[in-house]
């Protein structure tokens, strides 16, 4: 744990530096001379400030706009729908464009965000979990900090993944950390018995109306809906897909698509696979499913027209404007590329 917290401060540190000088920029100059396109698709979940100390960890406000103003000085803003089509009727890329998207359906995303995007005519795609939409239900990660976070005892044993102690508050964030891990790579089933089994062992009681204060409301999804901002789907309770039998994922994938065109009124083009995890016949579902597009996870890999338009990679947003900067110019996939070849 500390090689890797000492890793990544000497990281952070090497690319503030370097873009401080302005090598980064000056990179990502010369590497568009040479391949002609850099197209990347960029995902957040929270904006804003962080009002609780248990919940998934948002970008901060000023360094949200700090990326979106890079954006608009560098790049040009396209819409996930007209990047996808560009790929599937084989048009040429921009030579330097930024696709922005949302996961989950966070109500921060309303309340920061989306005045910015709107004020600056950002085109941006939020992919909503749509069973916690007014349905008093958080996400099943934030359930867990909760839980934690509240807790009065400070052991918890949850079957197979092991005992957890909890001596202070500093081991709350590395223990929802290990639980979380530890679930998506379980079944479905067997994860929500063990969530079940850890509100019964806590004593926690969750109000009933907190998920109010965290997720979008279907008033504001159509707001936004009607100003510019498009909606995917992110499955009803956002399983991890793979984890579960396939019908039982279909019904995830359809439903979610459902639950959106029902309220908006709209065609729903895109997908977006819970943690990125998806296999061939995911794909093929959501394909069959009427999806024009959907995007999931790969360490800084840029988009061309070779891509499958079924799993489309996106860069996750930093949280530090350097090491954001070292991810955008490409020197992330380079120096990726160049250690795998000499492996």
């Known amino acids: 744990m500390i090689n890797m917290r000492i890793q990544r401060d000497l990281a952070i540190t090497s ?20 391949t002609r396109s850099q197209v990347s698709i960029i995902t957040y979940h929270r904006v804003g400030p ?8 948002p970008t901060t406000l000023h360094l949200f706009k700090q990326q979106m103003e890079y954006f608009l000085k560098n790049y040009e803003i396209i819409s996930l729908d007209k990047l996808a089509q560009c790929i599937r009727e084989e048009k040429s890329l921009p030579q330097q464009a930024i696709t922005i998207t949302f996961d989950d359906g966070y109500l921060d995303n309303y309340v920061y965000a989306y005045p910015f995007f709107k004020e600056h005519h950002i085109p ?13 239900t958080l996400f099943w990660w934030d359930k ?23 001596d202070s508050d500093m081991d709350v964030p590395r223990v929802q950390s290990e639980i979380a891990d ?39 999804i159509k707001e936004m809906s009607n100003n510019g901002i498009d909606f995917g789907a992110h499955s009803v309770n956002h399983p991890i897909l793979t984890n579960m039998p396939l019908k039982q994922a279909k019904w995830e994938i359809i439903q979610s698509k459902k639950d959106i065109e029902n309220v908006l009124k709209k ?8 943690n990125g995890d998806f296999n061939t016949e995911l794909m093929s579902i959501v394909k069959e499913s009427g999806f024009n597009c959907a995007v999931s996870f790969a360490p800084g890999k840029f988009i061309n027209l070779k891509d499958n338009i079924y799993a489309l990679n996106r860069f996750t947003s930093r949280d530090n404007y350097g090491f954001f900067k070292f991810d955008q110019c490409g020197l992330f996939e380079d120096l990726r590329t160049l250690i795998n070849i000499g492996r």
């Open 15 to 34: 690319a503030t530096m370097a873009d401080r000088i302005r090598f980064l920029d000056i990179y990502a100059f010369f590497r568009r001379k040479i």
């Open 50 to 57: 962080k009002n609780d100390n248990w919940s998934l960890e």
């Open 182 to 220: 530890a679930l998506k790579l379980i079944s479905d089933d067997r994860k929500c018995f063990l969530m079940n089994r850890l509100s019964e062992i806590s004593g926690v009681d969750i109000p009933p109306d907190i998920a109010k204060e965290l997720i979008l409301s279907w008033d504001q």
């Open 124 to 136: 941006a795609t939020i992919f909503l979990t749509t069973g916690h939409i007014e349905s008093n």
């Open 267 to 274: 065609d729903v083009n895109a997908f977006s696979y819970p």
């Open 144 to 166: 867990i900090g909760y839980i934690l976070q509240h807790l009065n005892i400070s052991q918890i044993n949850l079957d197979e993944l092991g005992n957890f102690s909890l």
